[in-house]
């Protein structure tokens, strides 16, 4: 079955650090770039991050640069995202969403159901 | 960066009406290789987003023939020739063109 499953969401106050993961399966995921999207409560889409099918290479929105890092791991089939210094505008579903082609066009053809990231004291 | 503008916000359309929604972006996103990277999405009540149209005009698979995509440069439009119930959710335009990738504000669609 082709799919993405996130996990990782959970409470952790203002400050803390939390890694959400997302499992890829059914399909070749080391050929894909692999994008995070965020949606705060009741809000619109946030692009961001993105990293190349080969890990290489690694984008972010300006405003979490220096505190956020993605990553992933093509033997697992698994991509990561390293949030550190979360602050309460970080509070948002958190989705992964496979790119269609072997680079960036924001073409997001697969997405996961989503994890809850709450940033409160 | 590229800043996405959708209009309208809120789409109230009789069922079997047409609909549109006009995605504007703040740069020029036509690709050196000739494709616009602009990009479709609705996001139906409680579920994820699910794409619609990419580069500005190709359906994704699975999409009824009823959506289509057209616009160049910096303006877009997504188009549905008749509008049916299960067509309720919010759409958000998006251009892949340059990191950060950014996303439209959002449109409304419901059903009157």
């Known amino acids: 079955q082709v799919q993405l499953v996130e996990s990782g969401g959970s409470v952790v106050q203002p400050g803390r650090s939390l890694r959400l993961s997302c499992a890829a399966s059914g399909f070749t995921f080391s050929s894909h770039p692999v994008h995070w999207v965020r949606q705060a409560p009741g809000k619109g889409l946030e692009w961001v991050a993105v990293i190349s099918f080969d890990g290489s290479n690694q984008y972010y929105v300006d405003s979490v640069k220096g505190r956020f890092s993605i990553s992933r791991d093509n033997s697992k089939n698994t991509l990561y995202l390293q949030m550190n210094s979360l602050r309460d505008e970080d509070t948002s579903v958190y989705y992964c969403?496979?790119?269609?082609?072997?680079?960036?066009?924001?073409?997001?053809?697969?997405w996961g159901q989503g994890t809850l990231v709450t940033v409160s004291s | 960066d590229i800043v996405m503008t959708q209009s309208p916000l809120s789409l109230p359309v009789t069922p079997g009406e047409p609909a549109s929604i006009s995605c504007r972006s703040s740069q020029s996103l036509l690709h050196s290789n000739a494709y616009n990277y602009l990009n479709w999405y609705l996001q139906k009540p409680g579920q994820s987003p699910q794409l619609l149209i990419y580069?500005?005009?190709i359906r994704a698979s699975g999409v009824p023939d009823r959506f289509s995509g057209s616009g160049s440069g910096t303006d877009f439009i997504l188009k549905i020739s008749r509008v049916e119930a299960e067509d309720v959710g919010v759409y958000y335009c998006m251009q892949g063109l340059q990191t950060p990738c950014s996303f439209g504000q959002g449109t409304k669609l419901e059903i009157k």
């Open positions: 969403a496979r790119d269609r082609t072997n680079t960036y066009s924001g073409a997001l053809d697969l």
């Open positions: 580069l500005g005009s």
